[in-house]
């Protein structure tokens, strides 16, 4: 999109780009409408400790308290008392500086990010099958050339909007769309062929796709033979999923699945996408393996127009989760625990390769360990609002009320704000220059219309005064300044070398080159030598070359269901709210048309419970309630209710579900717990 700034304020108009074609969804064609918000912050707040109100506060005040805070907290419990938590949406040099303020400037082990609770399971799936991770490791156009597309736990009519011109375009070249969701959702009832499993079984249902194929003869045993391993041991355990027993434990009849696998194994172009219906649960990781196992026996991945991909879930789902804000990450998607890339990112840094801490733990056990005996008593938060967005939240809410420091950098006064000793007012996205990676890898610019308000800093530019100001003396304090700079063109700069020669490395891409070709995809290691739209065509990114088969077996959800817990509660997205809502739910035109949480409930099962129609519910689970009007639809399964988990209150959806997380990934089962239903 394109902004422009006149008299009558800030306005949006579309731009001719390769992914969205000028597209915008009703979210981005409002957002100008936060620049100058009423409820926007546009000075540093901090808690009295007098009244415990938040009041307005200097900016030196503000960081004094930070800092003093930060000093007496790591002097008594040592450095990882402190912990950062970091977003998705924030740009990559935002990303970067977050993760080396917390390994250099802080010391600590403990920084995650919101981007956990969205694409760690496919990551994680996607780096033990590929080597590397990359939502999409082909261009967005592929999609619209595909002859058969299955979608398996996404629904982009709503989260996506722009992208749903591919799959437009893809019906209308003759291709076939097949959607695999619980729910009948605006992408469903575009489908040709809509699989509606039981929440938490679409495991069992890849499994089943590839038995099919095996029998049918559908498997490409010459790309199997040549470019991956392990399939004998996937032939073997999917030999115990035919289809019959799918069904059973799915609820996807027969006949469907049949029909999927034919349009799969027989169709010239086939692409097969997962999102977070599929992953956010509590084996995220295994459930996308088996898609992607599926995917590698038809020999999918690396050839022109199919492949196997993920849909990302935030506004740089891909950057974020890149470059050092995660746990166990350094820049350019480098393991902490690897003595070379420590030493790597170590000498961009200009500090001793052991002096970086080790790996951290993931975001949910981060959470749950704040303001304990053996947890951190500080946390940070930078573009994240986690008493909103994670799982079990009233028992987060209650472990960040328990800290003795939390910092809060966002530009609204979110929930998790709200609760902060310090609030720090940050710039927003046409307030700053950087850059973002989209799902296709593609790394592309922002550009900042016009600078932050008075009295508002951007994110960069807290990172650079808050590691100056922990420094013990001058000296130091100089050194600090340089090594955290607030322009984002010095630290692309910097990032360009720290991810030279990991898997994503950006070292030959400069912002010129991206203005002058709409962007450049990843690995692109030098500047004169090509970017990579495709991967895989002639190896993956493993030691020989070979994707790699891992044999995944079907397991019930963390929590089933019960007497007490009779029904199957998921949650998701709707189309005019995003994530924890701390920006759409303060626009006039969202708030019109998604103003309140509600839950959808099936005809059938309001009629036994006695609910009509808008009568307040209240769905109860083992870990807490909320309480919405209900909708009743015929689109969802009779023993399933679902809550949009944009909101906060009463109607805050995250209060029931599950904390239970995948080992492998550390994603939490958003998607599927025990709950009950009664009328309010």
């Known amino acids: 999109m394109v902004l422009r700034e006149d008299d009558a304020g800030v306005s949006v108009h579309p731009r001719q780009f390769p992914t969205n074609r000028g597209g915008l969804c009703q979210k981005g064609w409002t957002a100008a409408e936060l620049l100058d918000h009423p409820e926007r912050l546009t000075t540093p707040l901090v808690r009295d400790p007098a009244t415990g109100t938040l009041r307005p506060a200097s900016w030196d005040a503000a960081l004094d308290r930070v800092v003093t805070g930060i000093r007496a907290i790591q002097n008594d419990a040592g450095p990882d008392a402190v912990a950062v938590f970091g977003g998705g949406g924030l740009t990559n040099e935002k990303a970067y500086a977050l993760g080396k303020f917390a390994r250099i400037g802080l010391r600590t082990r403990h920084i995650d990010y919101n981007g956990r609770f969205c694409m760690s399971s496919a990551a994680a799936a996607g780096m033990r099958a590929f080597g590397i991770d990359r939502g999409l490791p082909f261009p967005l156009a592929d999609l619209g050339r595909a002859d058969t597309l299955l979608l398996v736990g996404a629904n982009p009519a709503e989260t996506m909007p722009p992208l749903v011109r591919w799959l437009t375009e893809q019906r209308a070249n003759g291709g076939q769309l097949i959607v695999v969701d619980p729910r009948v959702t605006a992408t469903a009832r575009q489908a040709d062929l809509h699989l509606q499993p039981l929440p938490g079984t679409d495991l069992a249902v890849a499994n089943a796709l590839l038995h099919i194929a095996l029998t049918e003869g559908w498997v490409d045993r010459e790309y199997v033979a040549e470019r991956t391993a392990g399939f004998e041991a996937v032939r073997r ?66 050839r022109a127009g199919s492949g196997y991909g993920c849909l990302t ?63 951190p008593r500080a946390l940070l938060v930078f573009g994240s609002n986690p008493v909103v967005s994670a799982p079990r939240a009233g028992r987060i809410e209650r472990r960040l009320r328990d800290l003795d420091l939390l910092v809060v950098a966002d530009l609204m006064l979110s929930e998790t704000a709200a609760l902060a000793d310090v609030v720090l007012p940050t710039a927003q996205w046409a307030e700053e220059d950087g850059t973002m990676t989209n799902l296709e890898g593609r790394v592309l610019r922002r550009r900042a219309l016009r600078p932050p308000p ?18 013990p003396d ?76 891992h044999p995944v077996d079907h397991r019930p959800a ?23 809502g701390t920006q759409t739910r303060r626009v006039a035109a969202l708030r019109r048309a998604a103003a309140e949480a509600f839950v959808e409930l099936h005809p059938d099962l309001a009629g036994r419970l006695g609910i009509d129609d808008g009568d307040p519910v209240r769905v109860t689970s083992r870990r807490g309630e909320f309480s919405a009007p209900a909708r009743l639809s015929a689109g969802i399964r009779p023993d399933t209710v679902f809550a949009p988990f944009h909101y906060a209150g009463a109607g805050r959806a995250n209060s029931v579900t599950n904390d239970a997380v995948d080992p492998i990934s550390g994603m939490p089962e958003f998607k599927i717990c025990a709950v009950r239903v009664e009328k309010a």
Do not use: M
Not at 269 to 283: D, N
């Open 454 to 471: 008075p009295g508002v800093r951007t994110d960069l530019a807290i990172i650079a005064d808050l590691a100056a100001r922990l420094a």
């Open 558 to 580: 963390a929590e089933e269901v019960c007497a007490a817990y009779p029904l199957h509660f998921t949650t998701g997205r709707v189309l005019a709210q995003y994530q924890s």
């Open 237 to 302: 355990s999917v030999a115990a999923w035919w289809p019959a027993r799918a069904e059973q434990i799915s609820g996807v009849p027969v006949a469907d699945l049949e029909a999927t696998a034919r349009a799969l194994g027989t169709g010239g172009r086939v692409i097969i996408l997962t999102a977070r219906g599929a992953e956010q649960h509590a084996k995220g990781v295994d459930t996308v393996s088996a898609y992607v196992n599926l995917a590698l026996a038809l020999g999918l991945p690396g």
């Open 313 to 375: 879930g935030q506004g740089n789902g891909q950057g974020g989760r890149e470059h050092g804000q995660k746990a166990d990450q350094l820049p350019g998607y480098r393991r902490i625990d690897d003595p070379a890339a420590r030493e790597h990112v170590a000498g961009v840094w200009g500090v001793p390769a052991d002096e970086l801490p080790g790996p951290g733990v993931p975001a949910y056990q981060l959470l749950d360990s704040l303001g304990t005996p053996d947890g």
């Open 474 to 549: 001058a000296a130091a304090a100089t050194d600090a300044a340089a090594r955290f700079p607030a322009d984002p063109a010095t630290v692309f700069a910097e990032l360009r070398r720290a991810s030279a020669g990991g898997a994503a490395d950006y070292a030959g891409i400069s912002w010129a080159r991206i203005d002058a070709a709409d962007g450049v995809y990843w690995p692109c290691p030098t500047e004169e030598g090509s970017d990579t739209p495709r991967l895989f065509t002639d190896r993956f990114a493993t030691p020989d070359g070979r994707a790699r088969f």
